[in-house]
């Protein structure tokens, strides 16, 4: 079992394999627009802006599992990301990140990277750092600013 082994829906709701990444560095995260952290999106774009042809992508997983600060449609989700933060990264369909309904590549990223005391994702903006050939290298707290793990993008790319 991979990371390529798993599919998600688009925001826009098209199915999309995670093997058409093959090759490329990834920072998947759980996101969300109403969250102390939200800002961190700019920090996000700017990554992948940045490394972006450097085959490096940011895919962006809305969660509504933390206080509900993900409660809009993925009508709304696209549009806040957009005109407020400029994103351009693959955004996907919301999800489930912990639970009985946790998504299966969650299960996966949080087994192949566990937290402190407990493997779930305890919050919005926990970010999985994966390498050009698949294997999850790191799991960072969401009170890790997106630019504090460039240098550890920059040495896998």
């Not at 806040?80 to 309904?101: H, R």
Request: hydrophobic residues 40%; glycine residues 8%.
């Amino acid at each position: 079992m991979s990371i390529y082994d798993f599919s998600a829906k688009t925001i826009t709701g098209e199915e999309k394999s995670l093997a058409d990444y093959k090759g490329n560095a990834l920072l998947i995260v759980n996101t969300a627009s109403k969250c102390g952290f939200t800002p961190q999106y700019k920090g996000l774009q700017a990554l992948y802006e940045k490394y972006h042809k450097q085959n490096f992508e940011v895919l962006g997983f809305p969660c509504n599992q933390f206080m509900k600060q993900e409660p809009g449609t993925e009508a709304d989700i696209q549009q806040f990301c957009e005109l407020n933060y400029g994103v351009t990264f693959p955004m996907f369909a919301k999800i489930d990140v912990k639970g009985a309904n946790a998504h299966p590549l969650f299960v996966y990223l949080t087994k192949q990277a566990p937290g402190i005391l407990s493997e779930a994702v305890k919050w919005n903006f926990t970010k999985f750092l994966v390498d050009r050939n698949g294997e999850v290298i790191k799991r960072y707290a969401p009170t890790t600013a997106p630019e504090a793990i460039e240098g550890e993008i920059e040495a896998i790319l």
